[in-house]
């Protein structure tokens, strides 16, 4: 059985076979001849065969040294390659990266956040899904997940290992059925308090505890329990319930920046206003992943 030859010695080959001469591939490789000339034979040796061709120098390539130039060239490219993608792939240059995020995030932070990282990291794939925060932080606990864009505040329960980068503070507002009385007067505030004899749409507490959480405190605060009529799960899906006529509710103050048929946005004010809206990156606690890193810091930045 043939004892496998080192990148070292293919080298020390490809020096000798290119230069056909031990001193100037010496020379080359920064080493004396002797120990040079020593190794090439004991390559052949190790092999079994002739590489070189000579007499008292190096005439030629045997048809054995011709086939191993050829793929000690191939190797020592492969392992260069070997080393530049390991090198890539632990500063997060290249891989792969799963990614959550809620349904608002679409509209201004996904766009600008997703750029600013395929600008930087274009050999990296990565693996979107739109999901409510709750599941996006089961998925990340399991595995499943990288990354996710989130509603604050999370779950209770997962703070210990969950970590969290906020990116975006604002607030919510009121959307209001076009042909409702409430929706006058569009520029003007409405107290939170207005809209308790209103039927809400709302998002399950399961999808979204902790903003869930956050709506009825602010309701609360404004003397009032919601009356919920519909639920549903994602905001684009809410606005458009709102849109037709079957309820108010609140969403992101983004939404706000968009006209919207059948829709009014009213900002709020005065008790359990305004009402906080944080979204942020959240991911495991103790992952390393390069990737991960390399999108974090662009999160930072952007």
């Not at 120098?57 to 190797?75: F, N, P, S």
């Not at 209103?198 to 959480?213: K, T």
Request: aromatic residues 4%; contains cysteine; hydrophobic residues 50%.
């Amino acid at each position: 059985m043939y004892r496998m030859l080192s990148l070292r010695q293919f080298q020390q080959f490809l020096a000798v076979a290119e230069t056909m001469s031990f001193r100037r591939a010496a020379e080359r490789l920064n080493m004396a001849q002797p120990p040079l000339t020593a190794a090439i034979r004991q390559m052949e040796e190790t092999i079994g065969v002739r590489l070189f061709e000579r007499t008292n120098r190096i005439t030629g390539l045997t048809a054995a040294g011709e086939v191993l130039r050829e793929e000690a060239q191939r190797t020592i490219a492969q392992a260069e390659r070997a080393v530049a993608l390991a090198r890539r792939a632990g500063t997060g240059e290249i891989g792969s990266l799963r990614i959550g995020f809620v349904a608002s995030a679409v509209r201004q932070l996904l766009p600008i956040l997703i750029a600013a990282f395929r600008e930087q990291h274009p050999a990296v794939a990565l693996e979107l899904e739109e999901a409510p925060t709750a599941r996006q932080i089961a998925a990340i606990l399991n595995d499943r997940m990288d990354v996710g864009i989130v509603a604050l505040p999370l779950p209770s329960g997962v703070e210990h290992r969950i970590a969290v980068q906020t990116m975006v503070k604002s607030h919510l507002v009121a959307a209001i059925p076009a042909r409702h009385p409430l929706a006058s007067a569009a520029d003007t505030p409405i107290a939170l308090a207005a809209l308790a004899d209103q039927p809400w749409i709302l998002f399950p507490a399961g999808e979204g505890p902790g903003l869930h959480s956050t709506i009825l405190h602010a309701c609360a605060e404004a003397g009032f329990t919601p009356r919920i009529a519909q639920r549903a799960v994602q905001m684009e899906t809410i606005i458009g319930l709102v849109a037709a006529g079957l309820g108010v509710a609140l969403v992101p103050s983004l939404f706000n920046k968009t006209s919207r048929e059948g829709v009014v946005f009213r900002e709020l004010t005065g008790s359990g206003s305004p009402v906080p809206y944080e979204t942020a990156l959240a991911w495991r606690k103790g992952n390393h992943l390069p990737t991960l890193e390399a999108f974090i810091r662009t999160g930072i930045r952007a």
